[in-house]
């Protein structure tokens, strides 16, 4: 039985998701600003410690939700209802077992950290231990909303998602409005009212699963062959998380160990703008991804090779729209939304958002390795190959290499992976390496030129926000004849033959 890929599906879902990450950024930017302001710098910087620590766990959401969508994505293709009740209830099952593991650790490691190690002013050590306990709790809570996410965005609900996601954000924002107005503690009255408002949202997942998915049931399931499955797909693809996070983490600790912290927040700074930029392709792709897990389930290989080439292309224009016109200002743009610029933080943006838009190809291809359930040499090869940037950084950095040095070997690494990838992958499921690697080498052809194009057009605009404006528009311009020259022949036609109808309806 073949996968129909329904791309209309895919554009709405998109669009849901996209207007979900607009609100979401704009909100949150303005809580931080309200927060700051009635919590005062010292109990927000507490609040800030306190809540890391409990969230140095939160590296384990991004593993458990792709996981728990790959398993019901490929129930719901096979129609298999029975089987997925059971997997939602075990992934549940799995998730409260983490949560008392998780509980073990921060009641005991933890909390001696926050005693003893934690630079706190003496009247705040109460507060603070008040904070922590209440911010372990909203973590659990948090957890358990990965199962109820994970069945939406298989069952490709995305309307849903991107509404609740807005109802949070708006409802914190007008938590913290409130807040101004308590006499007490507040503090430990905020901790307080987001682990409250987690639990709403919490229960509003609950509900609307409950009501939209009828024929699922909670009920208390355990099967260990199938929990050892879904703990070694967990297992292996998280050691390609963590690789990326020792890998960003290290060349911190690096750079500090041969610069000083000034160094380090430019490098924040330029992981902030490269953060933000890759929303973008993030959003697009998780509303593509449970069509590939559909598509290899019923064994439509072909239509799947050719989903994941369009999301490769598409996920790089859709990343290279903010990230070219950034890179050919990107001395005006930092010098806007900073008062201040520290060394290197230019260099660092640029050749960061330049590694970003290679990384971006990287998702369908991991997708793909997912859906097969043969991850453990992928995530092994791909994790060293990426684990080589500290090593090298710190020989070339002991022999005084410049510290954007590290960054353009990680885009080397980056480039290497690219090819790697795909080739592994081909080591599980036979695919055309000839397609996917001059597509590869089409793409890096398009990085290059439509930044040289930016930054040559770019030098002589004048330094102004309709500079940057004037940029952005020759920038998707040229990036999108350039996907229109890459995308396969009869993508070409297909879009030729929508606008024609298009211009003939409208007339």
Request: with cysteine.
């Amino acid at each position: 039985m073949k996968h129909q890929i329904n791309n209309k599906e895919i554009i709405l879902n998109s669009v849901f998701l996209y207007i979900r990450m607009i609100i979401l950024m704009i909100v949150n930017l303005y809580t931080v600003r309200v927060v700051l302001d009635v919590l005062g710098v010292e109990d927000y910087g507490i609040y800030g410690v306190i809540g890391s620590i409990v969230t140095m766990f939160s590296f384990l959401n991004g593993n458990l939700m792709s996981a728990s969508q790959r398993f019901f994505s490929i129930e719901i293709a096979n129609n298999n209802i029975k089987k997925l009740n059971k997997l939602f209830n075990l992934n549940i099952s799995l998730f409260a077992l983490l949560s008392v593991v998780v509980f073990i650790i921060s009641e005991s490691i933890g909390l001696w950290f926050i005693n003893n190690q934690l630079v706190i002013p003496e009247d705040r050590i109460s507060a603070a231990n008040w904070v922590y306990q209440i911010s372990i709790a909203t973590f659990v809570v948090n957890l358990f909303t990965i199962p109820f996410n994970s069945l939406i965005v298989s069952y490709e609900k995305m309307k849903a998602f991107a509404y609740i996601a807005i109802i949070e954000a708006l409802g914190k924002l007008g938590l913290v409005f409130f807040l101004s107005y308590l006499d007490a503690d507040k503090l430990i009255v905020y901790a307080l009212l987001m682990f409250i408002f987690s639990l709403l949202i919490n229960i509003t997942y609950f509900v609307y699963c409950k009501y939209s998915f009828k024929e699922l049931k909670l009920f208390l399931y355990w099967n260990i062959k199938e929990l050892k499955e879904l703990i070694n797909l967990i297992g292996w693809h998280f050691l390609g998380t963590l690789s990326l996070s020792l890998n960003s983490q290290g060349i911190n600790i690096l750079i500090n160990m041969f610069f000083n912290p000034a160094i380090n927040a430019a490098r924040a700074i330029a992981f902030q703008v490269n953060s933000a930029a890759n929303q973008l392709a993030v959003n697009f792709f998780t509303a593509v991804k449970p069509q590939i897990y559909k598509s290899y389930t019923t064994g439509d290989l072909d239509e799947m090779g050719r989903l994941v080439r369009r999301s490769i292309i598409f996920s790089m224009f859709l990343i290279g729209i903010i990230t070219v016109p950034m890179i050919a200002k990107t001395e005006l743009v930092l010098s806007l939304w900073l008062k201040e610029v520290p060394l290197y933080t230019i260099i660092f943006t640029k050749l960061t958002l330049i590694n970003a838009m290679i990384d971006t190809t990287a998702g369908p291809i991991i997708a793909v390795s997912l859906a097969t359930g043969r991850i453990k040499q992928f995530q092994i090869v791909v994790s060293v190959i990426s684990l080589l940037n500290l090593p090298i950084s710190y020989i070339l950095l002991r022999h005084g290499a410049s510290p954007e040095s590290t960054i353009i070997i990680s885009i080397i690494c980056s480039v290497i992976n690219m090819f790697v990838r795909t080739y592994m992958l081909n080591k599980e499921m036979e695919i055309k390496l000839s397609q996917y690697y001059i597509l590869y080498v089409k793409l890096l052809l398009y990085i290059i030129l439509s930044v040289l194009i930016s930054v040559y057009i770019g030098s002589y605009i004048i330094d102004n926000i309709m500079g940057v404006i004037f940029i952005g528009i020759i920038s998707l311009l040229v990036q999108t004849i350039l996907t229109y020259i890459i995308i396969d022949s009869s993508d070409r036609k297909y879009l030729m033959n929508l606008i024609k109808t298009k211009v003939n309806y409208n007339k």
